[in-house]
């Protein structure tokens, strides 16, 4: 069984909801009257909405960390440790996301007991953030040397805010991701947070990747559109579209969820 199959067993299309942490310490957008303590209480009150509504996971991510860092400082995964292992469910499986370190996500996984991780670990891009050069093999390693061999990577293979250096095709580059870099699963995302790719994309996707590597929509996705999309991928990552009205950085609406979960698993 695969890393991804054994997280997910006897759920043939894993629905993973986002559980947004609030600016960090030191970041420009960060509440320093209400602390690390009002991070805490903000994202477990997600947390709990969350699974409640029926989800199969959730992924804990730094979303308001903006403008996003491609190098984070050690109080990154301090502070990401501490909150996951605060809020972290007991019933469903959780991941962790660093926008856009894999070393902090790696770190955090490892210090909270994440089974998986969601980066972008492969090929270079040019983005809000400036050039981004990524390193698959730094990332395999050091999961290997901290003794997170269980842990998925879900590497992202169109991230948001970015755009390719190079000719190379998104389907091409997942394909080959795939093959050079070990990928858990593959993740198509469109042009930033709430937004996502074409269908004809995640078909192209999908048919470039080998069956049993599962390809995941990783944003976009919607009450009213996420059936269709399930027909062609194998599970979901969604935020934005279960926040109260819609918009990212909002706590999550319950009404919201629970009609996700109702549209996805009918």
Excluded at 131 to 159: C, F, K, Q, Y
Aim: proline letters at 6%; glycine letters at 8%.
């Amino acid at each position: 069984m695969t890393r991804f199959a054994s997280i997910f067993p006897g759920t043939d299309k894993p629905l993973i909801a986002m559980a947004h942490v609030p600016a960090l310490p030191g970041t420009p957008l960060y509440d320093a009257e209400a602390g690390v303590s009002g991070l805490v209480d903000h994202v477990r009150r997600d947390v709990e909405v969350l699974v409640d509504a029926g989800f199969d996971a959730v992924m804990f991510c730094n979303e308001n960390d903006r403008p996003y860092q491609l190098k984070a400082g050690p109080e990154a995964a301090a502070v990401m440790s501490r909150v996951v292992t605060e809020c972290r469910p007991d019933s469903i499986p959780f991941g962790v996301d660093f926008l856009w370190d894999p070393s902090i996500a790696l770190a955090t996984a490892v210090a909270t007991g994440a089974s998986f991780l969601r980066e972008v670990v492969t090929g270079v891009w040019e983005s809000d953030m400036g050039l981004w050069n990524t390193d698959a093999a730094t990332t395999l390693r050091e999961r290997r040397r901290l003794g997170g061999d269980d842990i998925a990577i879900l590497m992202n293979v169109s991230p948001e805010f970015a755009s390719p250096i190079g000719t190379r095709s998104v389907a091409q580059t997942a394909r080959s991701t795939v093959v050079s870099s070990l990928a858990d699963a593959i993740l198509v995302s469109g042009p930033m947070a709430g937004a996502g790719p074409e269908m004809s994309l995640l078909r192209e996707v999908r048919d470039a990747v080998p069956s049993d590597v599962p390809v995941i929509l990783n944003t976009g996705a919607r009450a009213d559109t996420i059936a269709d999309m399930l027909d062609v991928v194998d599970g979901c990552i969604v935020g934005s579209s279960l926040k109260v009205d819609g918009h990212t950085w909002n706590a999550v609406d319950p009404d919201r969820a629970r009609r996700f979960v109702r549209a996805a698993k009918a």
